[in-house]
């Protein structure tokens, strides 16, 4: 039965890709537009730093947002396709390897919030996910996700994205395949294990089938409130970086952060471990210690370092795992961004 | 009596889904009854794996995320 009140599907279609289209226009004509904003409306002078960067925050200010938003819905479209319990299904009894592989691959499409990472670690556990897959699904879930993939692309471009996104995944699988293969089992609180559930079709197992309607809402309903949380971190990050693209003259750190201090990645993932931060607030940071000459591979190690391990983490953590557990955990995690850390300097 | 549970830790979502369950309940008119459970072997009893969690009555109703007030009385229903 139609709703007299809500627009038709065809329609909601309808205004859907007109939408697509104006953004794509939108989107190619914003370095003109900065142009000529910066130029011929403020009327600043060309190779001037504060035209510099007026002109690149002009530039990438919308592009980011504008970017943010499509793939946050987009996501948020493809996470109502899948819930913790259908994910848990897939991965139950899994051999570790293939189960690594895909407990890393849908710790980035399932929604995941780290409130509830400690139900979903019982509740993988309990129902007979092994150990290392359900930690391959914690390492990849908070680290990869798409505000930072988006942020990531839009200020350093595709590459850098691509190499986030398939070394992230790679850490994710090989660490908690590394953690599989120590047999930690009895370091988990016990517990945990005696709630031994079987993975039963507990209430709400997959839900009803969302229909179309739902699954837009549940995009409108991700921009709105991931959008809504970081927007003000993102514009922050890209003033900080126009600042520096307008003023500060490269490679004022080169010597203490740069490609050739070996120690700088150590460094910075020592640092980053502790530190808890969202993917967009750790973009101005980013920026900044790019701006003073530090190499992109520590910064995006020490950007990895901060969204996917951190005290808090480790405290909720606590309250499943005993304390050499989550000191492994960790120990390895940091490991994998080290070697990341220095992947990142050689190949970029 | 219609007996809410809220199961959560203590984030912002789970105080959400309280406000609106809250709502959605006065809303009805009936007679409930709204407790939080924070304890974490108590919200593993239910077998959920996300929070926030809504439980009526004793059975989990929706996990996740904080529904439209709409849905919240559907589910109160």
């Known amino acids: ?348 | 009596m219609k007996k809410i549970q809220i199961l959560g830790t203590g984030c912002a979502k789970c105080q959400n889904l309280a406000a609106v369950a809250g709502q959605a309940a006065k809303a009805l008119g009936a007679p409930y009854e709204l407790t939080k459970v924070t304890d974490l072997k108590q919200i593993m009893s239910f077998r959920v794996m996300s929070t926030p969690a809504l439980v009526v009555d004793g059975v989990v109703k929706l996990s996740g995320r904080v529904p439209t007030i709409d849905e919240a009385k559907q589910l109160l229903g």
């Open chain 1, 1 to 348: 039965m139609r709703s007299t009140t809500a627009p038709s599907l065809p329609l909601r279609l309808l205004a859907a890709a007109a939408g697509l289209v104006a953004w794509w226009w939108l989107y190619r004509h914003l370095a003109a537009f900065s142009a000529w904003f910066t130029y011929s409306v403020a009327g600043l002078d060309r190779g001037s730093h504060l035209g510099s960067s007026v002109e690149f925050f002009v530039y990438d200010s919308p592009k980011v947002m504008m970017l943010l938003v499509l793939v946050v819905f987009g996501v948020g479209v493809v996470r109502s396709f899948f819930t913790p319990e259908r994910t848990r299904r897939l991965l139950a009894g899994r051999r570790e390897s293939i189960g690594n592989v895909l407990a890393a691959l849908l710790g980035t499409v399932t929604p995941f919030c780290s409130c509830s990472a400690v139900p979903l670690f019982i509740g993988f556990v309990t129902a007979g996910v092994p150990l290392g897959v359900t930690f391959s699904f914690l390492i990849s879930a908070p680290m990869i996700n798409e505000v930072a993939l988006v942020l990531l692309f839009g200020m350093f471009g595709w590459k850098v994205a691509g190499l986030y996104l398939g070394l992230g995944l790679v850490i994710a699988i090989i660490a908690g395949w590394v953690l599989g293969r120590l047999k930690l089992e009895k370091h988990v609180e016990p517990w945990v294990y005696e709630n031994m559930s079987g993975g039963n079709g507990a209430a709400g197992d997959d839900g009803p089938a969302m229909t179309w309607s739902e699954r837009v809402r549940a995009g409108t309903t991700a921009v709105r409130e991931i959008v809504g949380k970081v927007w003000i971190y993102v514009l922050l990050g890209i003033a900080v970086g126009a600042g520096i693209h307008g003023y500060v003259p490269q490679n004022l750190m080169a010597s203490i952060m740069g490609r050739d201090a070996w120690w700088s990645v150590p460094l910075a993932v020592l640092l980053g471990v502790p530190m808890y931060a969202n993917a967009a607030g750790i973009i101005p940071v980013v920026q900044a210690l790019l701006g003073k000459g530090a190499a992109l591979g520590t910064v995006l190690a020490f950007m990895m370092a901060v969204i996917g391990l951190s005290l808090p983490e480790a405290i909720i953590l606590r309250q499943v795992l005993r304390p050499r557990l989550i000191a492994t955990f960790f120990g390895v995690v940091a490991g994998g961004i080290l070697v990341v850390g220095y992947l990142f300097n050689w190949l970029l």
